[in-house]
């Protein structure tokens, strides 16, 4: 069994930041991307970012300019750099790994932004 622990969340004020952390229970190339879901109430999941096994990079619109993901092979773990926070960026941040047709998941952390 993928395990994916994530860790990072908290409550920052409107303009913070925040770096999340999903650590992988096994070397982060042996799938094919990696990548942060958000869901928030009365909001759809939406994918903010990925990493390719090949370091290709990818941002929903709302975060572009604002959020970086990125890789520490040694450790197994892909980060999310949160810059410059916004109150509707309030939501559960969820960790995920697809690999063979499978999606595997975080627990997930909090993130708050209060204005």
């Known amino acids: 069994q993928v395990q994916l622990v994530e860790s990072g969340g908290g409550l920052v004020q409107s303009g913070g930041s925040l770096r999340l952390s999903c650590a992988a229970s096994?070397?982060?190339?042996?799938?094919?991307?990696m990548g942060w879901y958000r869901q928030a109430p009365g909001k759809q999941r939406e994918l903010v970012a990925r990493i390719t096994n090949g370091g290709t990079t990818d941002y929903a619109d709302s975060v572009k300019g604002r959020f970086t993901i990125s890789r520490d092979s040694a450790k197994n773990t892909v980060n999310l750099q949160m810059n410059s926070l916004k109150p509707e960026d309030t939501a559960g941040y969820y960790c995920?790994?697809?690999?063979?047709?499978?999606?595997?998941w975080g627990q997930g952390t909090q993130v708050t932004v209060s204005s």
């Open positions: 995920t790994a697809v690999r063979g047709g499978h999606d595997y």
């Open positions: 096994e070397s982060i190339f042996s799938f094919h991307w």
